[in-house]
C-alpha cells in the first residue's frame, strides 16, 4: 500500500475568525471543513484531480461530488471538443448498424 508524505503547515487567521470556527465544537470539525474547503477550490482551478480531492478530504467520491454540485461546480468537464468526438462516435456506430 503506498502511504502519501505528509506534511503539516500553519496559518495565521483573524481573531473573529478563530471565534467563529470556536463554535464548530472540535479541533476535528474544524480540520475537516478546512481541508474540504482547499480541496474544493484546488480541483476548480484544476490543481487537483478528482481522486486527490476525495484522498485529501478523506470522502467517497460520490459525497464529494455531491459536495461540488451543491457548491455548483461540475465535477467532469464535458466541452465542446468531447460532444464534438462523441458526435462522431454515434456516426460511425450509425453506419456500421446500417450495413
Known amino acids: 500500500m503506498h502511504t502519501t508524505k505528509m506534511e503539516r503547515i500553519e496559518i495565521n487567521l483573524p481573531q473573529d475568525i478563530i471565534l467563529a470556527m470556536r463554535?464548530?465544537?472540535?479541533?476535528?470539525?474544524?480540520k475537516?471543513?478546512?481541508?474540504?474547503?482547499?480541496?474544493?477550490?484546488?480541483?476548480q482551478e484544476g490543481s487537483i484531480s478528482l481522486g486527490k480531492a476525495t484522498e485529501l478530504t478523506e470522502m467517497s467520491r460520490v459525497r464529494f461530488i455531491e459536495i461540488l454540485k451543491e457548491h455548483g461546480i461540475p465535477a467532469y468537464e464535458y466541452g465542446e471538443k468531447g460532444f464534438e468526438r462523441d458526435q462522431q462516435v454515434i456516426a460511425n456506430y450509425r453506419k456500421i448498424v446500417r450495413k
Request: proline letters at 0%.
Open 23 to 30: 463554535g464548530l465544537d472540535k479541533s476535528e470539525v474544524i
Open 32 to 43: 475537516k471543513k478546512l481541508k474540504t474547503a482547499l480541496a474544493i477550490i484546488l480541483f
